[in-house]
């Protein structure tokens, strides 16, 4: 079986974090965020992965390399972004693509049963189906409301006020061949969500109600979401073992003195000072923190420096090699700049 996982968004609402790494593989619980997707996928039959890239291209080929896990993985780059649905136009247009494949969102972490989404597509003799995960607060999402049979009916994206359903587009499709060739055109951006799907409707566009874990990590409050869930077991993944408060210390990490979680993620080779907390936060590799400090509910990108006494307050985003004075402070919500320095 085939996929195709879209990865070359910017990522825009995850910056400054995505100014360096590639959303689809920052590191999530310490691992590059694609190597969930690509162990579920696997579980799921699928042996070769076409990864469409774009913006910083190379950060995901040197990251994942050319084979995971017995997952052929092949890349596709977009001279310039051509949307969601553009790039699988050029996979096809490269030759690449078998009679019927998965096409993903490279941003979300899921336990949902895509076998069982191949054999409803395969049931209902769909052109298209797409899986649709309920929510709780629709606004941000495409709703998908479906008739009794599970032919969609509409594709609302993204719109606010009551909405006729909470099932919504859960960024995971299973498409013909056919789809791709008639409806989407050739050299120039293409967006699924917004020209293909609605232009499905009535032609074999059909729902499939997904269960079972679902977030889409592209918003920061969302990615410490998944983080939170991720150490706590829920969705199942190959993580190592959690420590006694639920956190992850990553090789070479020096924490001797420091009070580390609840809920908290060390990347590689990363050092916290004595009398140092560091509460449901995510430090990626190489971050040092200096003695005496407080960092929480914030992610620090790789290789932040953090002087003695600092604060950083909940929701920051610190970018990668920024450096925090000595008591200085990162308010609450704050975005600091890759290399950037806080007094
Ligand atoms: P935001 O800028 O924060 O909205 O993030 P994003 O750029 O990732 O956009 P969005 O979350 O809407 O994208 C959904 C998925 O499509 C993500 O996995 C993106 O990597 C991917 N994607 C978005 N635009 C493009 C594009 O132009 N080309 C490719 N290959 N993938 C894209």
């Not at 998965?102 to 209902?124: I, Q």
């Not at 709703?143 to 594709?155: H, I, K, L, S």
């Not at 918003?219 to 992850?248: H, I, Q, V």
């Amino acid at each position: 079986m085939q996929a195709l996982v879209l990865a070359g968004g910017e990522g825009t609402r995850l910056r400054p974090l995505t100014r360096t790494v590639p959303k689809p593989v920052m590191p999530l619980a310490g691992r590059p965020f694609l190597t969930f997707m690509l162990d579920w996928l696997r579980g799921h039959g699928v042996d070769e992965v076409i990864l469409s890239c774009g913006f910083l291209s190379d950060g995901v080929h040197r990251v994942l390399g050319d084979i995971y896990q017995g997952v052929r993985l092949r890349y596709v780059t977009e001279p310039e972004p051509l949307g969601t649905a553009g790039p699988v136009r050029l996979a096809l247009d490269e030759g690449l693509l078998e009679e019927r494949l998965l096409v993903l969102n490279g941003d979300v972490l899921t336990d949902m049963d895509l076998s069982a989404e191949l054999d409803a597509h395969r049931r209902a003799g769909a052109s298209a189906t797409l899986a649709l995960t309920a929510v709780e607060d629709t606004s941000s999402y495409g709703v998908v409301p479906t008739d009794e049979r599970g032919w969609v009916e509409a594709f609302l994206e993204k719109s606010p006020g009551p909405a006729p359903t909470n099932r919504i587009n859960a960024g995971a499709y299973v498409l013909q061949r056919s789809v791709v060739e008639d409806i989407i055109p050739a050299g120039r951006p293409v967006s699924f969500e917004r020209e293909v799907f609605p232009s499905l409707i009535g032609h074999g566009l059909h729902g499939w109600p997904a269960e079972g874990y679902w977030v889409d990590i592209g918003t920061p409050e969302r990615y410490l979401e998944a983080t939170y869930d991720l150490l706590s077991g829920r969705p199942k993944s190959a993580l190592p073992p959690r420590d006694e408060t639920g956190s992850l210390i990553g090789a070479g990490c020096l924490t001797a003195g420091a009070h580390i979680g609840p809920q908290s993620v060390l990347g590689a080779h990363c050092s916290v000072g004595s009398d140092s907390a560091v509460e449901r936060s995510v430090l990626h590799d190489g971050v040092v923190v200096g003695a005496d400090c407080e960092i929480r509910e914030s992610v620090l990108a790789e290789r932040v420096q953090v002087g003695q006494g600092a604060r950083v307050e909940p929701g920051a985003l610190v970018g990668a090699n920024a450096r925090v004075a000595p008591r200085g402070l990162v308010e609450a919500g704050a975005r600091v700049e890759p290399g950037e320095k806080v007094g």
